[in-house]
């Protein structure tokens, strides 16, 4: 069954830095990916999606790449403010099912 | 922007109850979703419709039914609620098989004593 793993669980930066959230998917038979962000006890908010004919998406200060050969996508935060803090997980899709969730990682950025 | 409303946000019921959790969305999307949340397991799926009166059970249907008599409108039924049922329940809406990006309601933390 295909899994989604996102490494590290947990994320604790200052305010300033850019950061890399990993993401990795057990098949290639991608349709497509999704980063999503949750505040506690909210629900989740679209960030960005990438097709399986793409290789990133690009929204402000976010920006995801996806490298279908090696089952990875990567999430950039560009200059860290503390209003990024929150869970963000990634999901997988393949054609004609529903996505599948990472259990997401758990970003702190300090002032 | 589309909305997708939950009609709960905290609820708290009684083993053995017959607990109904509503989800609308206002965008006319065809593919509705019904997920529950838990630490350390993360999002699981419970049920999906991609059309009225369709239904598809997700990974862990056991203890769930839904209804979607309207296109708009997405019912979780939990037909004899139990106490590890206590999760947050998240509905999720997306425009069609061609464009799956995922609407998320604000979700409903229930309690189950």
């Known amino acids: 069954k295909q899994e989604v793993t996102q490494i590290p669980a947990a994320l604790s930066v200052p305010e300033g830095e850019n950061l890399v959230l990993n993401c990795s998917f057990t098949d290639s038979a991608i349709y497509n990916l999704q980063w999503f962000r949750q505040d506690p006890g909210k629900g989740l908010t679209s960030l960005l999606l990438?097709?399986?004919?793409?290789r990133e998406q690009t929204s402000g200060r976010l920006n995801a790449s996806l490298d279908k050969s090696s089952g990875r996508s990567t999430l950039y935060i560009a200059a860290s403010q503390p209003g990024d803090s929150a869970t963000y997980l990634c999901a997988f899709q393949e054609a004609g099912t529903a996505l599948i969730f990472g259990k997401g990682t758990t970003l702190s950025v300090s002032s | 922007d589309v909305k997708v409303t939950q009609s709960s946000r905290y609820l708290v019921k009684r083993t053995g109850e017959k607990v109904f959790l509503e989800c609308v969305q206002d965008?006319?999307?065809?593919?509705m979703f019904w997920y529950r949340q838990d630490p350390g397991l993360g999002l699981r799926l419970i049920y999906f419709s991609y059309d009225v009166k369709m239904k598809e059970k997700g990974d862990i249907p056991e203890g769930y039914s839904v209804s979607r008599e309207k296109k708009e409108r997405f019912s979780l039924i939990l037909e004899s609620a139990s106490t590890n049922q206590t999760s947050m329940y998240l509905c999720?809406?997306?425009?069609?098989?061609?464009?799956?990006?995922?609407?998320f309601g604000s979700g409903t933390q229930l309690s189950v004593l």
């Open positions: 999720a809406s997306s425009l069609n098989r061609l464009n799956e990006k995922l609407f």
């Open positions: 965008m006319d999307h065809e593919n």
């Open positions: 990438i097709q399986s004919s793409q």
